[in-house]
Every structure is written in structure tokens, then in C-alpha cells.
């Protein structure tokens, strides 16, 4: 795809597609994995919606939870712990994204996710670093093959870091740098009110940001007030229930194109998995239609 067209429609990542009941049953008695369905119809309904960058919807489990199962050094009980020394076992969401590619048309990006090592120390107990900087710098190191496999797979790689919202540490910039050694185009997601952040923000050499807009409108004023080389994806719908009309999304994204220019990137403010997958679905048709409104002026 054209990664560098303008008013690219894309998602911050996950979708409210489970496994149905039957296939969690099915897959227990058949010894085969029940997420192969969820995110087909994840897949599906970004396709029919019509957006040009998708995910594969991270119908597996939650932001952290999918990489605390995938890396060496974390376990999952009553919460997200660290045991031991962090290390890559082996591929985490690659073989997802392979699905998802064999899917979806060559028109339509595919972008892979990785939660930031950042985030992922903050939300476990460490049972194992005395100190947290070697734990984050382990799991980044560990988390960059990964981003290295999703590379070869998919059109963009996106980080999320959420807890860059409310606390930059000293060593959330070196953290980062391990990760951006590929070859495709590179997102940060950092939901949430980031004006307290945002100087640290724009040096990171990274290719795009990616920001709550709709549930934080003052990122428009401080992003116009400031000086940034990297490509903005401007959330234009909430995560909340209500389904915002056409006509109030392109009002976002009309604003968003007169003080950035028509290089924004489009998406919903986060991840829709807690919504329910019809809601979450007229969302994203509607910002679909809202983003050709304001193309055909």
C-alpha cells in the first residue's frame, strides 16, 4: 500500500471480536487454537468499514497480557509478575499477522503492535530486577526481535506506550531507541492528555504519533503551538458508546487537515475492544465516510 497517502484511515489496534462459546469448546476437544475466527471477522469488519491501515484486531487477550504470555520472564497469575530474566522465546503475534496478511487485498496496510517495554514493567509485579531500568531495558531488547519479525510482515509498526501520559522516565527514550532498528514506517501510541510530555514526544525518532484528540481537543491548539518532523494520527472518534455522526467526524477532521495539512493520519482515539463489536463497527464506518466527505470538499 501507499503509506504515504493522504488521509490514511487506520485503527489504534484492537477490536471487540471473541471467540464464541463453541469454538472455545470445539478448540479444547480439536487441541487447536480458537482465535483464528475472531480475528477473521476482526479482519472482515475493518475491510467492509473500508479502512486503508488495519490490525489483526488483538482478539487474543489485552495489550499486556498478549506480550506477558509471549516472553520468557513473565507469567500470568492473579496479575501480570516478572520471574526471571527477560528474554524472547519466540515469535509473539508474527504468525497472526501472516494470517491476517494472506486476508486482506495488497491496497490494504497491515500494521503490527507491540506494547512498550515501558508500559509492560509498570503494569506487572517485579518479583525478579532490584532494579526497574534493567527490567524495561531487558524486555526491550527482547520485544525489538519481535518488531524485527513483525517488519518483515507488516507495513507499519506501532508501540504503545500509555504510560508516557502520565510519566516520561529517564530511560523511556533509550528504551525506544531499541526497538526502532526496521525497516517500516514506526508509530508511537501514547493515549490519554499528553501536553506534559510532549517536548520528549516530538524528539523521539519515531515516524508517526498517534494521540487521543476527540477526548483531549486541547492536542490541537499545543500540537499547532510546536515545531515536530513526525507524520500526526489524529484520533477523530472516542472510545465511548455513543456512535458520534458523520457530520460531527469530519468537523474533527477538517480541523485536524487545516492546522496539520492532509498528511494527518485518521483513527479512533484508542483501541475499541471494550465496546460492543456492532457500536465499534458503525464507528469506524462513519469516519470512513467522514474522511471521503472532506476529500470530495
Request: hydrophobic share 35%; proline share 4%.
Amino acid at each position: 500500500m501507499d503509506i504515504d497517502s493522504e488521509l490514511l484511515t487506520t485503527v489504534v489496534g484492537s477490536y471487540p471480536s471473541r471467540p464464541e462459546r463453541s469454538e472455545l469448546i470445539n478448540s479444547f476437544y480439536e487441541k487447536k487454537g480458537p482465535f483464528e475466527s475472531s480475528l477473521k471477522r476482526a479482519v472482515e469488519d475493518q475491510l467492509e468499514c473500508g479502512l486503508d491501515l488495519i490490525s489483526d484486531g488483538q482478539t487474543r487477550a489485552s495489550m499486556v497480557d498478549i506480550f506477558a504470555k509471549g516472553l520468557s520472564g513473565y507469567r500470568i497469575k492473579e496479575r501480570v509478575e516478572i520471574v526471571e530474566r527477560v528474554k524472547y522465546s519466540g515469535e509473539i503475534t508474527v504468525e497472526d499477522q501472516r494470517l491476517v496478511r494472506e486476508i486482506i487485498p495488497d491496497r490494504t496496510g497491515l500494521k503490527g503492535i507491540v506494547t512498550g517495554p515501558c508500559t509492560l514493567v509498570e503494569s506487572s509485579k517485579d518479583m525478579f530486577y532490584e532494579d526497574k531500568k534493567e527490567a524495561v531495558m531487558d524486555t526491550a531488547e527482547a520485544l525489538a526481535e519481535e518488531a524485527i519479525r513483525l517488519s518483515s510482515v507488516c507495513d507499519v509498526i506501532q508501540i504503545d506506550e500509555p504510560l508516557f501520559s502520565i510519566d516520561f522516565p529517564d530511560h523511556a527514550q533509550e528504551s525506544l531507541e531499541k526497538l526502532l532498528n526496521i525497516d517500516v514506517p514506526i508509530a508511537l501510541h501514547v493515549c490519554g492528555d499528553v501536553t506534559e510530555m510532549m517536548e520528549e514526544l516530538v524528539e523521539l525518532d519515531v515516524d508517526i504519533l498517534d494521540h487521543e484528540f476527540t477526548t483531549n481537543p486541547v492536542l490541537y491548539d499545543k500540537f499547532s503551538d510546536i515545531d515536530f518532523p513526525q507524520r500526526l494520527s489524529v484520533g477523530v472518534v472516542s472510545t465511548e458508546p455513543t456512535v458520534e455522526e458523520v457530520e460531527e467526524i469530519r468537523k474533527r477532521i477538517e480541523k485536524a487537515v487545516d492546522l496539520f495539512g492532509p498528511k494527518v493520519m485518521i483513527d479512533p482515539d484508542c483501541g475499541l475492544r471494550n465496546l460492543d463489536v456492532k457500536t465499534a463497527k458503525m464507528k469506524l464506518k462513519n469516519m470512513v465516510e467522514a474522511k471521503e466527505r472532506v476529500q470530495c470538499g
